[in-house]
């Protein structure tokens, strides 16, 4: 059964930093180009980021460019997202979400998403 | 970015009513489109993908046509659990950028 955890939020002020870990189970995640999408309080998905299958290489919204970074250990079966200079707006719960393709480097739609894991940037 | 623009923002409909949601992109996507439903305080779950493919477990009343930039996603009959908002997300390039979603309540 696939299953794909989130750790790591919680409450912090701005400016500071966050890691965010999704433990996937039930699969390997070697192979799939893994991608974080977050939703602020009553508002609409927004996609944050994606790490190719092989880690050759990662994309951003523009709204967490140069802040916010992707990362994957497949030792681990675990995807992160490493969230730096943190503003109130970046207040939302953050998804691990796994695409329905692999092993190449077209997106897909996604067919498994985390429970998710809130992220309050507030002083 | 392709931009996805959905319509409308909310509808309120009955029970056994037929409804359409409209998604529409700034730049044709082929038919590299997904639709999720979402109900509140849970992750979204996929109902079509490929614009008119329908994911294995959901109801036949789930329907998705469209190609181009211009999609839809249709509820033949809504039943009592399809109270929820749906989301349209193109994947034709990164980034994968979803609608601003549509709300469906009970009129």
């Known amino acids: 059964q696939v299953q794909l955890v989130e750790s790591g939020g919680g409450v912090v002020q701005p400016g500071r930093s966050l890691r965010l870990s999704c433990a996937a189970s039930?699969?390997?995640?070697?192979?799939?180009?893994m991608q974080w999408v977050r939703q602020a309080p009553g508002k609409g998905l927004e996609w944050v980021a994606v790490i190719l299958y092989d880690g050759s290489d990662e994309y951003y919204a523009d709204s967490v460019k140069g802040r916010f970074t992707i990362s994957r250990d497949d030792s681990k079966n675990t995807v992160f997202l490493q969230m730096n200079s943190l503003r109130t707006d970046d207040t939302a719960v953050y998804y691990c979400?796994?695409?329905?393709?692999?092993?190449?480097?077209?997106?897909?739609?996604?067919?498994?998403w985390g429970q998710g894991s809130l992220v309050t940037v507030s002083s | 970015d392709i931009q996805m623009t959905q319509s409308p923002s909310a509808l309120s409909a009955s029970v056994g009513d037929r409804v359409t949601i409209t998604c529409r992109a700034s730049?044709?996507?082929?038919?590299?489109l997904a639709w999720y439903q979402q109900k509140p305080g849970k992750a979204p779950n996929l109902l079509i993908y490929q614009a008119s493919s329908l994911e294995s477990g959901v109801p036949s009343r789930f329907s998705g046509g469209g190609s181009g930039t211009e999609f839809t996603l249709t509820i033949s009959s809504l039943q009592p659990d399809d109270f929820a908002t749906y989301y349209c997300q193109q994947y034709n390039s990164y980034p994968g950028t979803f609608g601003q979603g549509t709300k469906v309540e009970i009129k």
């Open positions: 979400a796994r695409p329905a393709g692999f092993g190449d480097h077209l997106p897909y739609y996604f067919d498994s």
């Open positions: 039930g699969f390997t995640l070697r192979g799939y180009a």
């Open positions: 730049q044709s996507i082929t038919n590299w």
